[in-house]
């Protein structure tokens, strides 16, 4: 188990495209999307996992995540409550931070959000340029419910 404590912002501009050091393909299904547990399955590039997380608490939830084979994995999305979201993952290192930026694709192509994971709550970091408003703990941000915002409008958040 895991304690995952993160801050997840909107974007001012897509500037981190130059200060990438590295991109995934992710694709991602919920077989639960329960406020209480989410259960996720994963493909990054050619490895996958299963990720059990727990509810929120503020910025902080358990986190409990396993490597499965990717054959399962693709089997296990064919079960996943829809829509299976698609995204591009940059990987973005500022100032001792490594920030994860999630360019959404398919239904919910021009939504963009970055995460920075925390060792805690009141850790200090810097923000990069990039960085907008702080999303932190909103619901309508967590991937398992982002979906929805597609459903909401269609604009750049």
């Not at 060792?119 to 970091?125: G, I, L």
Request: one cysteine or more; glycine letters at 4%.
């Amino acid at each position: 188990m895991n304690l995952e404590i993160e801050h997840k912002y909107l974007l001012k501009n897509d500037s981190y495209h130059s200060m990438a050091v590295d991109k995934y393909h992710i694709i991602q299904g919920y077989l639960s999307r329960d406020k209480e547990l989410t259960i996720r399955i994963r493909i990054k590039d050619d490895t996958a996992f299963l990720t059990i997380k727990t509810h929120n608490k503020g910025d902080a939830r358990n986190e409990f995540e396993y490597p499965i084979p990717q054959h399962d994995a693709y089997l296990l999305i064919e079960k996943c409550q829809p829509p299976v979201l698609e995204k591009e993952r940059y990987i973005v290192p500022y100032k001792g931070f490594v920030w994860e930026i999630d360019e959404f694709k398919r239904e919910l192509s021009g939504i963009t959000l970055a995460e920075i994971e925390l060792p805690s709550s009141d850790t200090h970091y810097d923000i990069p340029a990039f960085i907008g408003q702080n999303v932190t703990g909103d619901p309508r941000y967590y991937n398992s419910n982002i979906h929805l915002l597609a459903k909401e409008n269609s604009t750049q958040l």
